[in-house]
């Protein structure tokens, strides 16, 4: 299985409309962020199938990785390095069923039962959050904060991502205080910036060394 990178940045036009997803791509990949997710939840395959072609060069060539957001037909058609699933997405199981060997799968989870539903499953991640107060979900959800992460943390047994309302600093915050911390994933913070380059490399800097 895949090692999933540290830091993922997310890709979105719904909070911002300075930059396309191809723009927002591209900037991260400059500051070499190893993990990047499309998410684009309007997708038309009509309008948007070769946006995310492109991305998908885009990514291969700086030998990064590229996660779709919710859509598995997408990612088993561009080849993309995996697809990250909700929990009102593709079942997991029907996902697997489908998907080639190797595939990176993560998935979203919001309470430990729910975990334990999954847990034997083989995900290269587990999607976990929000952790601060974050605007990009349509279905607000009280942020856990970092004791609440640490539960998951410790729960978990595959590589846990954090999500919601990380900026640089928080980032930081969060791998020193919580050492099981896998990563972090990136959105708002990113899209929104004055220089989205410079938020992905403050970004970098906050992960803990290998």
Same mark, same amino acid.
């Given at each position: 299985m895949l090692r999933i990178g540290r830091l993922h940045i997310l890709t979105?036009?719904?909070?911002?409309?300075? %930059?396309?997803?191809?723009?927002?791509t591209r900037m991260a990949l400059e500051a070499k962020v190893p993990t990047i997710q499309y998410r684009r939840k309007d997708f038309s395959r009509e309008q948007h199938l070769s946006e995310v072609q492109e991305i998908a060069k885009l990514v291969r060539r700086h030998g990064a990785q590229l996660i779709i957001n919710d859509y598995l037909d997408v990612a088993l058609e561009i080849g993309a390095t995996g697809v990250h699933l909700g929990e009102a997405d593709t079942p997991l199981q029907e996902a697997f069923k489908h998907l080639p060997p190797f595939t990176v799968v993560g998935a979203t989870?919001?309470?430990?039962?729910?975990?334990?539903?999954?847990?034997?499953?083989?995900?290269?991640?587990?999607?976990?959050?929000?952790? %601060?107060?974050?605007?990009?979900?349509?279905?607000a959800r009280p942020p856990l904060g970092i004791e609440g992460l640490r539960a998951f943390v410790e729960?978990?047994?595959?590589?846990?991502?954090?999500?919601?309302?990380?900026?640089?600093?928080?980032?930081?915050?969060l791998f020193e205080t919580i050492p099981g911390l896998h990563g972090v994933a990136v959105l708002s913070a990113f899209c929104t910036a004055e220089s989205p380059v410079a938020v992905a490399r403050a970004l970098l800097q906050s992960l803990p060394p290998e």
């Open positions: 979105d036009t719904s909070l911002q409309s300075r %930059f396309a997803h191809v723009d927002l989870v919001h309470s430990l039962e729910r975990y334990a539903e999954i847990a034997h499953l083989p995900l290269a991640y587990v999607g976990v959050g929000p952790v %601060f107060e974050t605007h990009t979900k349509s279905i729960a978990i047994k595959q590589p846990v991502v954090a999500i919601g309302g990380i900026t640089p600093e928080r980032a930081k915050l």
